[in-house]
Nanobody, 122 residues
Framework: QVQLVESGGGLVQAGGSLRLSCAAS????????MGWFRQAPGKEREFVAAINWSGGSTYYVDSVKGRFTISRDIAKNTVYLQMNSLRPEDTAVYYC???????????????WGQGTQVTVSS
């Protein structure tokens, strides 16, 4: 069983930056991966970024490449999402989750966190 707690969201003006954190508790298995998803009003939840826990390889949706960076701190059991050059269309609730399969085909596995709201003003 894994529990996830997202934090770091808030209100920022267009072009600004935020760093989201996802603290995980429970057992971590070798080869496991974590990812970030987001959901905006009236839209389906979409994949944003993924990272392999042990190897650190990453994968991003095209719309955030060059702007967002996913990373992890193994000792702290925490995954981060650094978001730069934020745009109003990035406004959404951001969730982290465990993943199964390859990071290029990210499939949520287990529980979601509670989410953290990111609002980007124009």
């Amino acid at each position: 069983q894994v529990q996830l707690v997202e934090s770091g969201g808030g209100l920022v003006q267009a072009g600004g930056s935020l760093r989201l954190s996802c603290a995980a508790s429970g057992r971590t298995f070798s080869g496991a991966a974590m990812g970030w998803f987001r959901q905006a009003p009236g839209k389906e939840r979409e994949f944003v970024a993924a990272i392999n826990w042990s190897g650190g390889s990453t994968y991003y949706v095209d719309s955030v490449k060059g702007r967002f960076t996913i990373s992890r701190d193994i000792a702290k059991n925490t995954v981060y999402l650094q978001m730069n050059s934020l745009r109003p269309e990035d406004t959404a609730v951001y969730y982290c989750t465990a993943l199964k399969g390859s990071i290029s085909i990210p499939v949520p596995f287990g529980s979601w966190g509670q989410g953290t709201q990111v609002t980007v003003s124009s």
